[in-house]
């Protein structure tokens, strides 16, 4: 038993669910066709006498031949319908129907039916597809809703699929004065074929639509006097040249991935002239205000870094004046007056020439070449003059030593 089937003669799908009055019952003349595998159906269950409700069935009370695609789309039509109901129930909103612009049972886009609200004076078609089919079927829808729906808003509700959130990180952005994480994801294919041709994409989960906006991240540059490295109270693990700006309101083709703002279903409808996602477009607003802000902080935070670090170092001599003619410094070393030599006795000034015989003469500078020796220092250290003293006065030769030699010499004679 089918909730659905394909009217050959309005060019859209019947759901038994919302009412079949008016429709002609059994095969009709082959006008109502299977979604799943195009065959003829017939309608039960219409007459007001009837004890079933109504439905189609294949010819023979038989099954469809390809049950798991039927299934599909019964599923798929089930969540367009329950959403019909919230769009119809929003303020504003003063009509809501299903279509299927560009479907055919012989060659299917592989999309459910989408809802046609009337907004005001705008028109909005909205898709709610359980998966994008491939991007040739969503240019195929895109250029049919044109056709039929000329000036309409094409918005496109994707489910938020867990293979691809949580691919990336979320990222933390600071508005109102605290810190609000938004998620990040990366955008397909189709879901850049539907922002190339002017759609909108968004998320919808339960109560709250994700609205994107472009992320792109960059490098500041170093420029002359700034310093960007090992910042005070910076994350080890971050580099404060690392930045991101941001594309709005629609993601620019070039973003690296998408950030999504997340805002309640009902405030797309606060104007009740258009459907327009108002407060994502504030956030982004916010966002951009904050950037521009940062931008100004890091430059000159990196300015600042510069001055604080090159401020406390000595100016350096200019390397182009040459040693011997660089002017004097307070670290040069004063003058030592040179000693007066003062007289020595003659016996003294021999035992000066020669050293003593138990004194081993210096070895020679070659003797040992391997030996490290200090350098010198490259300050002579301030010697003060020694105090002026009186000449010393040599003194007389001991006259004893000669008497005792002379008498040593009598007593050998003598003996």
């Known amino acids: 038993m089918g909730a659905s089937a394909w009217d050959t003669e309005t060019k859209r799908p019947i759901h038994v669910d919302q009412g079949v009055e008016g429709l002609p019952i059994g095969l009709a003349g082959g006008r109502y066709l299977c979604r799943a595998c195009t065959d003829p159906l017939i309608l039960k269950g219409a007459r007001p006498e009837a004890k079933v409700t109504p439905h189609f069935a294949h010819q023979g009370g038989g099954p469809c031949r390809l049950p798991d695609r039927e299934a599909q789309i019964d599923a798929d039509d089930e969540v367009v ?6 769009i119809r129930a929003l303020p504003g909103v ?15 886009i592989g999309l459910p039916p989408v809802v046609v609200a009337q907004c005001g004076e705008t028109t909005v078609v909205i898709e709610r597809p359980g998966t994008l089919p491939s991007p040739q079927a969503v240019r195929r829808r895109i250029l049919a809703v044109r056709d039929q729906h000329a000036g309409a808003a094409h918005v496109w509700f994707l489910r938020r699929d867990p293979t691809r959130f949580g691919q990336l990180s979320s990222h933390t952005v600071r508005l109102g004065g605290r810190d609000v994480e938004h998620q ?11 922002l190339e041709a002017g759609g909108h994409v968004y998320w919808l989960d339960g109560k709250l639509v994700l609205v994107p906006y472009g992320y792109h991240s960059f490098r500041h540059p170093a420029r002359p006097e700034q310093d960007w490295t090992a910042w005070p109270k910076w994350p080890r693990r971050k580099d ?3 930045d991101w700006r941001i594309s709005k309101p629609r993601p620019a083709p070039s973003a690296d991935c998408w950030g999504l703002v997340p805002i309640a279903l009902s405030s797309l409808t606060r104007n009740r002239a258009a459907f327009h996602p108002a407060d994502a477009h504030k956030i982004m607003d916010e966002l951009y205000a904050a950037q521009e802000g940062r931008y100004r902080w890091r430059d000159r935070r990196a300015r600042e870094v510069y001055a604080e670090r090159h401020a406390s170092r000595p100016p350096q001599p200019d390397a182009s004046i040459p040693a011997a003619e660089a002017p004097a410094t307070e670290t040069e070393p004063a003058h030592v007056p040179e000693l007066p030599q003062l007289p020595q006795p003659a016996d003294q000034q021999a035992a000066d020439a020669s050293p003593p015989a138990d004194v081993l003469p210096a070895p020679a500078p070659s003797a040992n070449p391997s030996q490290p020796y200090p350098p010198p220092p490259a300050v002579l250290p301030t ?29 050998r004679r003598e003996r």
């Open 81 to 86: 319908i329950q959403l019909s109901h919230q």
């Open 94 to 108: 003063t009509g809501c129907t299903l279509a299927s612009p560009g479907d055919d049972p012989h060659q299917p």
């Open 184 to 194: 990040r994801v990366a955008p397909t294919e189709q879901q850049l074929a539907i």
């Open 240 to 242: 404060p040249r690392d």
């Open 383 to 411: 010697i003060p003059p020694p105090p002026q003293q009186l000449p010393s006065v040599p003194r007389a030769p001991r006259q004893r030593r000669w008497t005792d030699a002379l008498r040593m010499l009598r007593r």
